[in-house]
Every structure is written in structure tokens, then in C-alpha cells.
């Protein structure tokens, strides 16, 4: 009973922290004439609401995809048209066509942040709490522990409540897939997961390693008994829950064709913005987007995005298991962000979930990647005048870890998953018995980089040639972290085989 009234308090704790950023500033706010991703939530409740589904996604004079068209799948314009529908109840202008163009008001940004509220407190922090529970050979303690340090994720609060956005419904269907394929029950966790990719395509980043888990699994029954009976529930299962999203939009071939070209918009190049992977921070020494031709580049980045990922996504597959699928979350979701076609800087958020989730087991380096992921938002968030809250939030976050976890102690080779890789690393280095701390080193110059970066772009103007000088910085620094992690993650991955396979022979 103790456990859930601590439980509680948690849950409260993590909801007081985001209805105090959502009291901040949003994007876009008085920002004619596109205002910002508030006003595109705003406007898919104004469109969905006042027209009828087949024109929801083609431009028209009622509807200018210029202007914040809708790019998201079926399940979140249905969550706009919910969401319209307490609107219109509320206030018709709210949603009123062309002349709600850009509303701003107190009670309307009440409504926008409370409905975020409603959807992180019914998806989000529930499968958060379930997943904490459900930890194995960990104290009740540290259960409740794990379960304050994900909820007070700054990376997750900052865009959904300051920046504005719904994150925490992809993320928590796909949080709840990750729950339901641990515990045995597939088909309700790829239930949710197609729930989870049909709210927000970026939610592909998580699917390989979906895949080849239910796939390895189904291997591991024998495909000529219960693992092809399973393979053909999880085929229909997903062929089913598809349909029934997508169903409006299979009238006519043309209007599914749009809805796709609306959801993968090849058309816009390799990058936008300033975010943190391969392309836009090493564009500053090499201009991929001008030397090669359109076609080439997306041959290259999805090759680079393929190669990346495969030794992990053929390991889960072979040798299926909950720690190697959440390890594989978190390889394959970096690779995509890192290599992938049209990334956006918020798009690191699918690779800082899978981390929260193994914060228990290396918590010293998740506390590291979160804290890296927040900062290479740095350029949006600060566009946003949030940077009060950013520094607030991580601080909370960083304390949080380092009480709960005691993450300083925690880094031993063991402790970092990296003993197996050690032992094999010295039987030709011998001498090779500091990695724990280069890793420490790495930390430390990591941390004091972002702070000093931080307190340059906050305190500085960038010389007028150079106008984009502290954000691409920004990016170099978080794309080398991240690089690092890459690296770090398949380690513990592609040894994991090894250290089982010596841990039978001892037993």
C-alpha cells in the first residue's frame, strides 16, 4: 500500500513540474504569419472539424497545406477532431474556418495545454508507472525512483508543454508495445505499438526492433508449431488495426497516395533546421545537399541508416530477449536519427524514451544521453524563450538521477555493461584497465562543453557573418555525443552474446 501512496506522489510530482511549464510561452506566440507548431495543433482542429475526411490531407481554398497542411497519420487527425469537438462545445471561434487563423487568448491556451495534460495523464504516465512496476530484481525503492527520473525527463516536458506538441501519445502507445511484447502478451503490445506508428510515422524508428523480437520469437517456438500459429495473430493483428485506421482514406487510391506523399515528404531535402546527426553537422565541412543530386542522397542515408542498425536487429532476432530489445530500441532509434532522411531536431525524443527504459540498469550513462538529448534542442528551445524552464527542468532531472541512483558510484566496468567487451579488449591490450575512467573523462568534458556552449549562446551575440555560429556548434557537439553512444550501445549489445554465453558455461 506504501508503494503505491510513494507512487502517487511521484505521478503528482511529474504532473506539477508540466503544468508549471506549460505556464511559460509557446511557439509561435505573436509570431505572424505562421505563428507555430501551438497554431498547427490549433488549425488540424479547425480543418478536420470543418471539412469532410477525403479533404483533409489535399490543398484546396478552404484548406492551404502551405499553412500548417496536416503531415501526420489518420490517428492524429482523429485526436484533432476529438479535441475540436470540446472546442466547438466550448467556443466555436476556437475553430471557426479561416477566421480562427492564428487565435491567441488565455482561455484557448488553457484549453491547448489542458488537453495535452488529459492525453500525457490517460497514455503517458500510466504505461510509465506499469513499466516501473513491472521492473525485475530491483527494490520497491528504486522502482519509485526510476519512475521520478522518467516522468521528470526535461527533453519530453519542454516540447510537449513549452514548444507544444502531443509526444507523449506516440510515445506512451509505443511505451505500452514495449510493455505488452516483455510480458508475453504480443498481441496487445503490437496493438499498441500500430496505434503508436499510426499517431506519428516517426514511431518507424522503433519498429525493426519490434519486428525482429516478435520475429525471433516466433523462430524460437518453431515455425512449423506455435511460433508460425503466433506469426500469423501478429500478421493479422497489425493488417487489422491498419485498416481500421486508415480505413476512410482506402475509398480511393489517390487519396491514399496523398495521405503518404502528406506523411513522407521526400521533397524537402536531407535536413531542416539546425539538428544534431550526421548530415547537418558535418554539412559545415562537406555540402552533401548541393554536391549530390536528390535521389543520391536519400540512397546514402538510407544505406548509412541500414548498415548502422543490421548487427543489432540480426542479434535480437537470433537470440530474442526484453534487455536485448530494449537495448535494440535504443541502437536502432539513434541510427535513424543520426543517418536518416529528413530528421528534425525533436525527433530525438523516440531515442531518449528506449533510454529511460534501461535508466535502472546503466544509469550513469542514460543520465548522460538525456542530459545530452535536452541540450541539443538548445537553438528550438531558446526560440521559444524557454530557457528558464530548460535550465530548471534539467537540473531537477540531473538530481534527481544522482540521489536515486548514486550515478557517480555506478561506473565501474561492470556497472557500464562493459566487462565482456573489456576482457576481450585485453587479451590484446593487456595493460587496458582504465575504461571506466576515460569514460568519467568523457563525461566530465561532455558536461562542461554543453554548459560553457549554453552560457555563450544565452550571453553572446554570434559575429554577423556568422549568424548560425553557436546553433551549429550546438549540433557538432550533441552529433559527437551521440556518435559516441552509437558506438557505446552496440557494444554492450554485440558482447551481451558473449558474457551469456561464458555466464552458461559457469553455470
Known amino acids: 500500500m506504501e508503494k503505491w501512496h510513494l507512487m502517487t506522489i511521484v505521478v503528482l510530482i511529474g504532473l506539477t513540474v508540466r503544468w508549471t511549464v506549460s505556464l511559460n510561452s509557446y511557439s509561435g506566440a505573436g509570431k505572424p504569419p505562421m505563428f507555430g507548431d501551438y497554431e498547427a495543433q490549433r488549425h488540424w482542429q479547425e480543418i478536420t472539424f470543418n471539412l469532410p475526411v477525403k479533404q483533409w490531407y489535399f490543398n484546396s481554398s478552404d484548406n492551404n497545406l502551405q499553412y500548417w497542411g496536416l503531415d501526420y497519420p489518420p490517428l492524429t487527425a482523429y485526436h484533432s477532431l476529438l479535441c475540436a469537438y470540446v472546442a466547438k462545445f466550448i467556443n466555436p471561434d476556437w475553430i471557426e474556418l479561416h477566421s480562427s487563423r492564428g487565435y491567441e487568448s488565455q482561455a484557448h491556451k488553457l484549453f491547448m495545454r489542458t488537453t495535452v495534460f488529459i492525453a500525457d495523464l490517460l497514455i503517458y504516465i500510466p504505461a510509465v508507472v506499469l513499466y516501473c512496476c513491472c521492473l525485475k530484481e530491483i527494490s520497491t525503492k528504486k522502482k519509485i525512483a526510476n519512475a521520478l527520473c522518467i516522468l521528470l525527463y526535461p527533453g519530453l516536458i519542454l516540447i510537449d508543454y513549452g514548444h507544444f506538441q502531443y509526444n507523449s501519445v506516440s510515445l506512451g502507445f509505443a511505451l505500452w508495445g514495449v510493455l505488452g511484447v516483455s510480458c508475453d502478451w504480443d498481441l496487445l503490445g503490437s496493438l499498441a505499438f500500430c496505434l503508436a506508428i499510426n499517431y506519428k510515422q516517426m514511431e518507424l524508428y522503433h519498429s525493426l526492433p519490434f519486428f525482429c523480437f516478435l ?71 562537406l555540402k552533401i545537399k548541393d554536391i549530390l543530386p536528390h535521389h543520391i542522397q536519400i540512397i546514402i542515408s538510407f544505406c548509412f541508416t541500414f548498415l548502422s542498425l543490421l548487427p543489432a536487429c540480426i542479434k535480437l532476432t537470433l537470440q530474442p530477449s526484453p534487455k536485448g530489445f530494449r537495448f535494440t530500441l535504443v541502437s536502432c532509434a539513434l541510427s535513424f536519427f543520426l543517418f536518416s532522411f529528413q530528421v528534425h531536431e525533436k525527433s530525438i525524443l523516440l531515442v531518449s524514451l528506449p533510454v529511460c527504459l534501461v535508466l535502472s540498469e546503466i544509469p550513469f550513462m542514460s543520465t548522460w544521453f538525456l542530459l545530452v538529448s535536452t541540450f541539443s534542442m538548445l537553438p528550438l528551445l531558446l526560440k521559444d524563450e524557454l530557457l528558464m524552464p530548460s535550465v530548471v527542468t534539467t537540473m531537477a532531472f540531473f538530481i534527481a538521477c544522482a540521489i536515486s541512483f548514486s550515478i557517480f558510484e555506478k561506473t565501474s566496468e561492470e556497472e557500464l555493461h562493459l566487462k565482456s567487451f573489456s576482457i576481450s579488449l585485453r587479451k590484446y591490450l593487456p595493460c587496458f584497465k582504465f575504461l571506466p575512467r576515460i569514460i568519467q573523462y568523457l563525461f566530465l568534458i561532455s558536461v562542461i562543453t554543453m554548459v560553457l556552449l549554453t552560457l555563450i549562446t544565452v550571453t553572446l551575440e554570434p559575429p554577423q557573418k556568422l549568424p548560425d555560429l553557436f546553433s551549429v556548434l550546438i549540433c557538432f557537439v550533441s552529433c559527437l555525443n551521440f556518435l559516441f553512444f552509437l558506438v557505446y550501445f552496440n557494444i554492450i549489445i554485440m558482447w551481451d552474446f558473449k558474457n551469456g554465453r561464458n555466464q552458461k558455461k559457469i553455470n
Open 215 to 285: 520475429l525471433g520469437k516466433c523462430f524460437k517456438k518453431g515455425l512449423k508449431g506455435k511460433g508460425f500459429v503466433l506469426l500469423i495473430k501478429l500478421a493479422c493483428t497489425v493488417v487489422a488495426s491498419f485498416i481500421l485506421c486508415w480505413l476512410p482514406f482506402f475509398t480511393e487510391r489517390e487519396q491514399t497516395l496523398q495521405v503518404l506523399r502528406r506523411l513522407f515528404p521526400v521533397d524537402r531535402g536531407l535536413f531542416e533546421d539546425k539538428v544534431a546527426n550526421i548530415w547537418c553537422s558535418f554539412s559545415v565541412f
